[in-house]
Structures are given as C-alpha cells and as structure tokens.
C-alpha cells in the first residue's frame, strides 16, 4: 500500500459501521506502512476503536480544513518500540481480555480454569498498580496531582476488590456462585479507572518519559514482562 492512499470514510457502504470499515483495510497493513484517511467526523473517537483493533500500533495525526479531517497514519515498525503510554493501553488492554475469559469460564461452569485465569489477572493486574503507584505517579504530582491522588484511592479500592475475590476463589466451590457478580463489579469499576488514567494521567507521564529519554519505558517494559503468570 503506497503512503498516498486515502480510505475516504464517506464511501463507507450503507449499513456497515465506519470503524468495520475503516478496520477492513487497516488489518491488511504490514509494520511501517502508511495510509491516509478522509473523515467527514472528527476521528478521536475512531481512532481510539481503530488503536484497540491494532494493539496501539498505529502512529497517527489529523489536521482539518474545515470541512473534514485528513488522518495520516501508519503502523509502527518492528525497530520502532511502542510508547510508554501505548505500553500501558496495551496492558489495559489484556487485563481487560483476561477479566472478560474468567468471567465467560466462570458462567460456563468451568470453575477450575476459571480460578487459574483470575489468578493470573490479580497478579497483572497488582503489578501494573504498583508500577502505577512507584515509578509513574511521583513524576505527575504536580503536573496532576489532583487525578493521580484519585487513581491511588481508586487503586486502593480496587485491592479490596481484588482480595474478595482471591477469597472467593478460596472457598470451595459450591459456595462460590456469586464469582461473576464479583468480577462484573471490578470490570465496571476498571473500566472507568482505565479510562481515566488514559485521559486525565497518560499525557503527564509521557511527557515525563520523554525526559528520560527511555530509561522510565524500559523499566516499565522489564516490570511488565517479569510478572508471575
Ligand atoms: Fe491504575
Ligand atoms: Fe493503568
């Protein structure tokens, strides 16, 4: 696909939602290669479906002449590492996955493998807290410090959560009926945590990752992939 492609949105067939769309010719792109896309629509919330079908890998930036908006986009190479912030959506992302796989396993029936797949979810998610909690949110203290005293409290919360559920995981299973309405209680509640982080938090701790000049992305990196399954 040459880098002056445009997908023009307003071709997109009648009744088929434009992110489908817009996803159909996005999947069939190799690293490092480029597209364009005309939106009539402003795209932020496109792109945001579009960078959870890709995993984060796309690099985008639109400009609008008033009539559209022209997104030039393309999707990272293999030499060109994610950013801290696309790291941890990235992140957000699988322990969203794995919550939604406990939860299916748990109404299936299948207790054992559904214990085994939230077991490997509270130890993700502990450790994506911490590194929340010891290496990012001191750097945005006082570029957001009202957000990030929010996401500690919210963090706080979300261990309470997380032990009654390793309790309930416990307990034998008969006595265990009401798992899913533990797990549907955390996914709404890391739902709406995960999002704030995105948008009130990401923008200060790249800009605090830019300083760094790596050295904060790949101690994030080398926590995240030395946790325990
Ligand atoms: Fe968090
Ligand atoms: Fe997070």
Redesign the pocket.
């Known amino acids: 696909m040459s880098c002056c492609y445009v997908l023009d949105l307003r071709l997109t067939p009648q009744g088929v939602p434009v992110s489908t769309y817009a996803y159909s010719v996005l999947r069939e792109m190799g690293p490092g290669e480029s597209l364009r896309i005309w939106s009539p629509e402003d795209p932020t919330l496109l792109m945001a479906q579009l960078q959870n079908h890709m995993r984060h890998t796309l690099v985008w930036h639109a400009v609008t002449d008033g009539q559209g908006y022209l997104v030039t986009l393309h999707t990272r190479g293999p030499d060109e590492a994610l950013t801290l912030t696309d790291t941890l959506r990235r992140d957000h992302d699988d322990m969203d996955a794995r919550l939604v796989r406990a939860l299916s396993l748990v109404n299936g029936g299948h207790w054992r493998e559904a214990v085994s797949e939230v077991t490997a979810f509270d130890h993700a998610l502990r450790a ?2 911490l590194i ?1 909690n010891d290496l990012l949110a001191p750097l945005a203290v006082r570029d957001a410090g009202e957000p990030t005293a929010l ?1 500690r409290r919210e ?1 706080d919360d979300i261990l309470i959560q997380l032990d009654a559920i390793q309790e309930v995981c416990a307990s034998p299973e008969e006595s265990c009926a009401d798992l899913d309405t533990w797990l549907g209680l955390l996914a709404a509640s890391l739902n709406k ?1 995960e999002f704030r ?1 995105e948008t009130l938090l990401f923008g200060a701790w790249e800009r605090a990752a830019s300083i760094g000049r790596g050295t904060l992305l790949n101690e994030v990196r080398q926590r995240l992939s030395s946790r325990a399954p």
């Open positions: 994506h807290i929340e996401m963090h945590h982080e």
